[in-house]
């Protein structure tokens, strides 16, 4: 014993005097980022992040560089400051893995050339570069009574936010928008943009985010999202403030908003809801659930199969909860967003709950042209099926969902990241058909009268986690990500459907009626992990080592039962086997990869493969069939990237991928709800492979606030899998899939974007050039038909913004459109359209605003279609504003003035056209009142 307490003293006194021996320090090199002059004299400042005291500082040498020892493990800033140019800030840790901060060359730049002139508002920077991150300061810019960040944005240089919302940065469109670092329900960028107010703005931070895997490990894998963060005033973060807008219209129309946020230092709650039926569906309506997102059973990226408890239950239609513009829609949602961090940000919670129900009634008529091969051994077969079909649909879903994740830093190296989801989903779908086809000589060919319904409800569980360790070795990680899922289906329906044939001289030929209740319960669970080790083989070699394992498992009993009763008295009890089927689906998958980083200096390269082995069986519970396969996916890539500055990168790269035929496509799941068209399985299908090139370049100028955005992609697959589509003279389609082992489809686009302010009118003015196509493949009654496609495009955008004074943007171009096929090459698509959209706000005296939004399209007539399309939308408001503050405003739009929304689509291949009309919401008025309302306290909150 005595022994042990002198060894641990011994260790002890040696851990200490090795403590104390460590020397923590920063280096660099100060340079001029355009001209690459060395800065002698920079001034360097190490100052405490807690409280910014100046902990040491020191000045540049002669060739710029500068090296400051002798400090203490700890969290610091690195401002590094210049006359005459922009301050250079990075905050930073130093602990017993990091010892040492080497910056390497910080590229200083003139103000001169980031700000102008009109950027710079007495003392305050308006614009700093604190590594990868632009940083503008709200301080420099005109911020109005209650306007919002939205209003904000739009001084900012290189951003351009249009009348949706939408936000484009130095070319590039952004995806997220964070407050303080974090998400605010996580998807909607216009609930932060549209919401918060501006004067509560302290900095906007516009950089690339990277995903969690390269912000832990410092390797770029690629995967990057233009992100904005809202930082907020220290004095804005203690109170609270909302909005509430009602309105009410003619025609029935009404909607409603009401929106709470209450902010206590880092401690966020908001809560709101929406109703109405103008097409507002709520603030983030297209949650997408990672599980179960397709139809029937299917492969994902990594060759992982599943079995899906929606797309169409049992055989039937169902609802997926969007609104499309189809139908007149009766939407009610709701959310409540809470999230904090304590103890020093070693904790940190976010959790959202949503609720909504939406409504959807409305009908749709459907004119379709198919156009057959001619065949050869029956000079009399007909060519073309003209088909007209009217439908009814009513559909419902009521959805609520909970998530949460959870954040806690274990210890300085190591952090767990755990986050869950759960969702109920309740839908009822009701929908009638009623169709008939012709033949070429308008002679009846079929009819076909169908009656859904269906009742879905599903439960939905998510889970993950995500743990993180930096080992000893600076560049050396350990990362483990686990996640599990699981779906519940039940689904109950009938179908009703009388199909009847005609001959040649448009007789009664035959009569298929189908009367059936049908039934499907889905169970599907999955486990997957996914170990990644990084290890650093030289200072600009990395290696990024993962495997993976998974199981996913899914039970599927889908029932159909005729009915036996009588009218009035149905009896479903009949067991149909030939469209019923239980499946048990088992699969176990191991995955490895092995990929290499290279980093020095401005160039990054990656390349690597992913290798992933499947095994599954499938049995069919009710016929005693059975399917076993197994197959290896591989995947190479390769990715080059070039940092010429700041503002201008080159990024080009290669991948592959090999795709397995689905399970449908081998043995598929007989449905009879479209009794003229029915798929047959091939097991004989073969994998297709695809290589894929892409490359993107973009230059962004802060002085002309000029962009350029150039990116393009290519790609072909060999030994593709395609339809087979064989119709017979009764107008029934068999469809096949089929490998096609001598032909090699491809597919391009690519596309220009330059923009530019024309400083001299104080306008900006972007212009776009697109252009892609593709080379297809398909069998048409066991005849090759290759297709060729191609379109181009181009749009010139002018937009100007002076703050409480006006905004306008107009945007309008042409396109062309070039499509044909082997089979039928006398008749095509090509045609030319325009189209073009604007958006104008004015601000009058009296605190009144006028507005204007609109859209025009035309399409030509082509071979395919004998008429042109022409549609004008145009929609207008005007606002009243009260008080002082503008906080109440009274405002009357116009939807649709000219009454030319008439729910109209079309689509042409060179094989086939459709046209589709349908009930939309079409010209209305609406007088809303508007109330934003807040309550800030001052000073800053107390830290926890």
Same mark, same amino acid.
């Given at each position: ?15 200490? @005097? ?46 710029? /560089? ?28 130093? !602990? ?18 980031? &700000? ?14 604190? =590594? ?6 709200? %301080?420099?810019?005109?911020? *109005? ?24 940065? $130095? ?13 605010? +329900? #996580? ?24 995903? !969690? ?55 966020? +709650? ?25 139809? #029937?059973? *299917? ?18 239609? /169902?609802?997926? =909860? ?12 709701? =959310? ?24 959807? !009634? ?7 042209? $198919? ?28 959805? $609520? ?19 869950? !989801?759960?969702? &109920? ?35 939905? +569980? ?55 209740? %049908? ?30 394992? #998974? ?16 009218? #009035? ?79 201008? /990168? ?53 002085? @002309? ?30 469809? *096949? ?40 493949? /398909?069998? *048409? ?25 006006? @905004? ?38 009296? %605190? ?85 309302? @807040? ?10």
């Amino acid at each position: 014993m005595k022994f042990t307490i002198t060894a641990l003293v011994f260790f002890c006194l040696c851990s200490l @005097s090795t403590l104390a021996q460590t020397s923590y320090s920063v280096k660099g090199n100060s340079v001029d980022s355009v001209a690459n002059l060395k800065l002698v004299n920079t001034s360097v400042s190490i100052l405490n992040a807690k409280d910014s005291t100046l902990r040491k500082f020191t000045r540049a040498a002669a060739n710029g /560089s500068f090296n400051i020892t002798n400090l203490n493990k700890g969290k610091f800033i690195l401002l590094v400051t210049y006359p005459g140019y922009a301050d250079y800030v990075e905050h930073f840790t130093l !602990d017993s893995i990091k010892t040492t901060l080497n910056v390497g060359n910080i590229n200083m730049n003139l103000k001169s050339r980031l &700000l102008n002139e009109v950027l710079i508002k007495g003392t305050v920077a308006a614009i700093k570069i604190k =590594g990868d991150t632009t940083e503008f300061n709200a %301080k420099a810019y005109t911020i *109005q009574p209650n306007s919002k960040v939205e209003d904000l944005l739009k001084q900012l240089p290189g951003i351009q936010v249009d009348k949706d919302g939408k936000i484009t940065a $130095q070319g590039q469109t952004v995806n997220k928008v964070l407050v303080d670092g974090e998400e605010f +329900f #996580g998807d909607d960028p216009t609930l932060v943009t549209k919401n918060i107010r501006g004067d509560m703005v302290d900095k906007v931070q516009l950089y690339d985010k990277k995903s !969690d895997q390269a912000t832990f490990t410092g390797i770029d894998d690629g995967e990057k999202t233009k992100t904005i963060n809202i930082k907020l005033k220290e004095d804005k973060k203690n109170g609270y403030f909302g909005k509430i807008d009602a309105g009410i219209g003619t025609d029935g129309f009404y909607q409603g908003q009401g929106l709470y946020n209450k902010f206590k230092g880092k401690k966020k +709650f908001s809560v709101y809801g929406t109703f109405g039926n103008t097409g507002k569906t709520g603030l983030g309506w297209n949650d997408n659930n990672k599980l179960g997102t397709g139809d #029937g059973i *299917q492969f994902n990226d990594d060759g992982n199969a599943y079995i899906d408890g929606g797309g169409r239950d049992g055989g039937l239609d /169902s609802f997926s =909860g969007r609104y499309d513009g189809q139908g007149i829609p009766v939407a009610n949602t709701g =959310g409540v967003h809470y999230d904090d961090k304590w103890k020093n940000d070693k904790y940190a919670l976010n959790t959202n709950y949503k609720v909504g129900n939406l409504e959807v !009634d409305g009908t749709r008529n459907n004119k379709s042209q $198919q156009n057959l091969p001619p065949n050869p051994t029956d000079p009399t077969a007909n060519t073309v099926i003209d088909t007209k079909s009217d439908e009814t649909f009513n559909n419902s879903m009521f959805r $609520q969902k909970l998530d949460a994740t959870y954040t806690v830093k274990l210890d300085t190296t190591t952090t767990l990241k755990v986050s869950v !989801d759960g969702t &109920l989903k309740n839908s009822d779908t009701h929908s009638t058909y009623n169709a008939e086809s012709r033949r070429l000589d308008s002679t009846m060919l079929n009819t076909n009268d169908r009656t859904l319904t269906n009742k879905v409800d599903q439960q939905l +569980f998510n889970a993950s986690a995500f743990l993180t360790k930096k080992l000893k070795k600076t560049g050396r990680t350990l990362s483990l990500n686990v996640t599990a899922g699981a779906t519940e289906s039940k689904a109950r329906g009938f179908l009703k459907s009388d199909l009847e044939t005609f001959d040649l001289q448009g007789q009664p030929a035959s009569s298929q009626i189908t009367d059936q209740l %049908k039934t499907d319960n889905t169970k599907t669970s999955r486990f997957n992990t996914n170990l990644t080790y990084t290890e650093p083989l030289t200072k600009a070699l990395s290696l990024v080592l993962n495997y993976g394992f #998974g199981l996913n498992n899914s039970n599927a009993d889908r029932r159909s039962f005729n009915n036996t009763g009588t009218v #009035g008295n149905p009896n479903y009890t009949l067991l149909d086997t030939t469209f019923s089927n239980h499946y048990i689906f088992n699969q176990t998958s191991n995955q490895g990869g092995l990929n290499f980083n290279y980093k020095k200096g401005k160039s990054n390269l990656r390349f690597g493969t992913r290798i992933t082995n499947v095994n599954y069986k499938q049995e069919d519970e009710i016929s005693g069939n059975s399917a076993s396969r197994s197959f290896t996916n591989w995947s190479p890539q390769a990715n080059y990237s070039y940092k010429f500055s700041t503002y201008s /990168s080159l990024n080009i790269g290669y991948y592959g991928n090999q795709t397995q035929p689905t399970i449908d496509q081998l043995q598929p799941i007989r449905v009879n709800t479209d009794p003229t068209n029915i798929v047959l399985g091939n097991p004989d299908l073969k994998p297709s492979f695809t290589n894929g090139f892409f490359g993107y370049y973009n230059l962004y100028k802060v002085i @002309s606030d000029q962009s350029v955005w150039l990116n393009g992609n290519y790609n072909f697959t060999t030994n593709p899998i395609v339809s087979n589509v064989v119709t017979d003279n009764e107008g029934k389609s068999t469809i *096949q899939a089929v490998n096609l082992s001598g032909q090699r489809q491809s597919n391009y686009n690519f596309g220009l974007d330059l923009s530019r302010k024309l400083s001299f009118i104080g306008m900006n003015i972007n212009g776009r050039l697109n252009t892609g196509g593709n080379i297809y493949y /398909s069998m *048409q009654n066991n005849e090759l038909n290759k297709t060729k496609s191609n379109n181009y495009s181009g749009t010139i955008g002018l937009s100007k913004y002076k703050e409480k004074k006006y @905004s306008i943007f107009l945007n309008g171009g042409p396109n062309y459109t070039v499509g044909q096929s082997s089979l039928q090459p006398d008749r095509n698509n090509n045609g030319y359209g325009f189209s073009a959209d604007y958006y104008i706000n004015f601000y009058l005296p009296g %605190k009144i605003q006028i507005s204007s939004d609109g859209q025009y399209q035309y399409k030509a007539a082509s071979q395919s279609f004998s008429t042109d399309f022409r549609q004008t939308i145009l929609n207008a408001s005007i606002t009243k504003a009260f008080f002082k503050s503008e906080n109440l405003k009274l405002v009357l739009r116009g939807n649709d003035l000219l009454n030319q929304n008439s729910g109209f689509t079309r689509s042409a291949s060179s094989t086939s056209y459709t046209e589709n009309r349908y009930t939309t919401i079409r010209r209305y008025y609406m007088l809303s009142v508007v109330w934003d309302f @807040s309550g800030m306290g001052g000073g800053a909150p107390a830290k926890k």
